[in-house]
């Protein structure tokens, strides 16, 4: 028996009832495209985390915090010193699984000003130069502060663009990029000199964007600017790289003395660090490591536990397992509207050999096995689920790229060619099975009585 | 050694407590190259001696032999096989195939012959040939007249060179003008060597074939040759038949 010819009666008898197989195949490609879709959003929420966690620091990054002093010590509290310099120093010497070491001093509530423009950075921290390695930033222009800065204390920052962007004018919109190395802001009222920017951060995706935006002609503006609200730059929506590029540095002993001595209630400027970060030198011993780092700080905190680690570990474990539910509760949508599919394929082959049970006797009368026949009927059932599976790929695409125009920018739907052959295989296998119950009752038909059968 | 040999078939079937013999302890020898008729009332039982004979179905008694084949013995498959290459069909309601054209319908039972393309485009002409519908090879069986479409059933069941050809009622759907002119065809197609049985409930086509085999309540009630009785029987209106012997 002929494979080529089956398949080609195949699509005849699906092309003599056009709109029925149409409608017989949407079930199909409802699944098939809801399967790509789903996945592709769920790829694209998992670039976007995934950017984002390297953007923070990646997994190896580890953050001291102090936390209120347990039940069972609450007699010590007065005793607790929080987390200070003196921790840096204990790690620094004792803690030999753990590198860059980083302190850091935030401000809070802090205005940043220039000739009556003022912004509030998101981060301002007096920190080592280490923290540009700790939150990987990068230095595009000028240069990080240094031993003696950091030794005299002085009055340098390096910015990030969101900064520049709101002090000295956004270069998307002047049409002009300032580079401010060397002139002065004030932060909270006292007197700084930039000395270095940060790159402009910014997730892949946002970033192809924009390069292809510059290839199109510019487009007039009419109408005022509105303000684009607490995302700053309107494009690159990522939060992450938003808050990276609103990030002030200065050097750690600026921030304590310039800073701390004036809120320091009795003119002792306060020594407690607001950030402490580390990184683990071996990511496969994340817990050993993390054991040697919390005994030499509860030796330098006299036994009392007034701080925990936050590792990105937890962060990761929650974007996998949301990652992984997205992908489930997407599978199971499709997969239900591929079995839906599979029923109707089931139903129209049913309708379909009893509308030819005289031609299936026909055929038996002439010579056609059992075999035979049910290949024939299986042939129709799955060549209706494979047009139906490229359909909804086809479908799926047009679908991705209307999600693509609605999603922000870093967690863009991502179409995958594995998700695309698991859709199309699974479509394939639907048909099979939808076929096979009417395969069998069409090859198992007595043809006497197919042949009588009006 | 006859085409087709049956001894003692019997086919009953069973309806509630009744028992219905459709075929009661037949005998039947059909030689190679004969051309017969099998006549007799509505519900006598020839469709399924017919289908018998053409391994459609199998008896409740009994042993058939066709073409040195026991047929009680063989396989659905070897079956499928023996229908394919041995035995041609030409029914009532002509079983044509709406959605294929002329010649696809007539090349069906190459394909399941696993005969290459070519081959089955070549020979399906030339059965098309046989029975003048050459130029019709594109059209669909509903574009064609009821005679039309009963010779293209035709050069189907001829299209594998079958050892015999089996026609139930093959006038009885058409007027009696383009019945005559079915029934000549099979004359000429006899008159080629070919080995035909027809089946019919009306005397006036039984007598276009020399051997005549009346069925009743599934008993082949009596038998006619006219080549052994030396009698020729055929109606003047019949298209000429060479003379017995
Ligand atoms: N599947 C069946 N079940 C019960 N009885 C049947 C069946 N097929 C045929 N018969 C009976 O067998 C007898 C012969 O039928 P059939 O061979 O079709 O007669 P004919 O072709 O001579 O008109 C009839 O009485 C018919 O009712
Ligand atoms: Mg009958």
Avoid at chain 1, 105 to 119: E, P, Y
Avoid at chain 1, 192 to 210: A, L, P
Avoid at chain 2, 193 to 202: E, N, S, Y
């Amino acid at each position: 028996m002929n494979l080529w010819l089956t398949i080609e009666i195949g699509f005849k008898e699906i092309w003599a009832h056009k709109f029925r197989s149409l409608l017989t195949m949407l079930g199909i490609i409802l699944g098939v495209s809801s399967l790509v879709a789903m996945s592709a959003l769920v790829k694209g929420m998992e670039n976007g985390m995934r950017e984002a966690l390297i953007a923070i620091g990646g997994l190896e990054r580890v953050m001291v915090e102090a936390q209120p002093v347990p039940m069972e010590q609450k007699h010590l509290a007065d005793q607790a010193v929080g987390v200070t310099m003196n921790d840096v120093y204990a790690l620094n010497s004792s803690a030999p699984s753990v590198r860059l070491i980083t302190p850091g001093m935030g401000l809070s509530r802090v205005t940043v000003a220039r000739h009556g423009k003022t912004f509030n950075p998101f981060i301002c921290l007096g920190t080592w130069r280490s923290a540009l390695e700790m939150s990987q930033h990068v230095i595009a222009h000028g240069r990080m502060f240094n031993e003696i800065d950091e030794e005299q204390a002085r009055n340098v920052c390096v910015i990030g663009t969101a900064t520049r962007d709101a002090l000295f004018g956004d270069p998307e919109e002047t049409g002009r990029e300032v580079i401010p190395l060397g002139e002065h802001i004030t932060i909270n009222g006292q007197v700084f000199t930039i000395i270095g920017m940060f790159q402009h951060y910014e997730s892949e995706q946002s970033r192809k964007e924009r390069e292809f935006m510059k290839t199109q002609p510019k487009q007039v503006k009419t109408g005022p600017a509105r303000s684009r609200g607490w995302g700053g730059r309107g494009r690159g929506g990522g939060f992450v790289f938003w808050l990276k590029n609103a990030t002030i540095y200065m050097p750690l002993n600026t921030m304590w003395i310039k800073f701390r001595s004036a809120s320091g209630t009795n003119n002792v400027p306060d020594v407690r660090l607001s950030t402490l970060s580390f990184k683990i030198k071996d990511i496969e011993q994340m817990e050993p490591t993390l054991q040697q780092a919390r005994n030499v700080l509860m030796n330098t905190h006299k036994g009392i536990e007034d701080f925990f680690f936050r590792t990105q570990e937890e962060w990761a474990q929650n974007i996998t397992t949301s990652i992984r539910n997205a992908r489930l509760s997407g599978g199971i949508i499709a997969a239900i509207s591929l079995i839906v599919g599979g029923i109707g394929i089931m139903n129209i082959m049913f309708a379909s050999i009893t509308e030819r049970i005289r031609e299936i006797g026909l055929r038996k009368a002439i010579g056609a096995t059992t075999f035979a026949i049910f290949v024939q009927i299986l042939v129709e059932s799955v060549v209706i689920a494979i047009l139906g599976g490229l359909a909804g790929l086809l479908t799926s695409y047009g679908l991705v790229r209307i999600l693509v125009l609605v999603s922000p920018t870093e967690n863009s739907p991502q179409i995958t060619l594995s998700a695309m052959g698991v859709a199309f295989i699974f479509s394939v296998a639907v048909g099979m099975l939808a076929g096979l119950l009417p395969a069998v009752k069409a090859a198992k038909l007595d043809p006497i009585e197919a042949l009588r059968y009006e | 050694m006859a085409l087709i040999e049956l001894r003692g078939v019997s086919k009953i079937y069973r309806v509630g407590e009744e028992e219905i013999r459709a075929l009661d302890n037949v005998d039947l020898d059909i030689q190679e190259g004969e051309f017969i008729s099998i006549i007799g009332p509505s519900g006598s039982g020839k469709s399924t001696l017919m289908h018998i004979l053409g391994c459609l179905d199998s008896p409740t008694h009994g042993t058939i032999q066709l073409d040195g084949t026991m047929i009680q013995n063989a396989t659905a498959v070897q079956l499928a096989g023996i229908r394919n290459r041995k035995i041609g069909f030409v029914f009532q309601f002509f079983n044509l195939l709406p959605k294929l054209n002329v010649l696809q319908n007539v090349e069906l039972p190459m394909v399941y012959a696993g005969v290459a393309t070519r081959e089955r485009r070549d020979h399906a002409m030339k059965a098309l040939k046989l029975v003048e519908l050459e130029n019709r090879s594109r059209h669909r069986p509903l574009q064609l007249s009821g005679g039309q479409q009963q010779r293209v059933a035709i050069a189907r069941a001829l299209v594998n060179n079958p050892k015999i050809i089996f026609a139930d009622e093959p006038t009885g759907n058409l007027d009696s003008h383009t019945g005559e002119a079915i029934l000549e065809l099979f004359h000429r197609l006899s008159q080629e060597g070919r080995t035909i049985a027809l089946v019919t409930h009306d005397p006036e086509i039984a007598a276009v074939t020399p051997r005549r085999i009346e069925i009743r309540d599934g008993k082949i009630a009596r038998q006619v040759d006219a080549k052994l009785a030396g009698l020729d029987r055929i109606r003047p209106a019949a298209p000429a038949v060479p003379p017995a012997q």
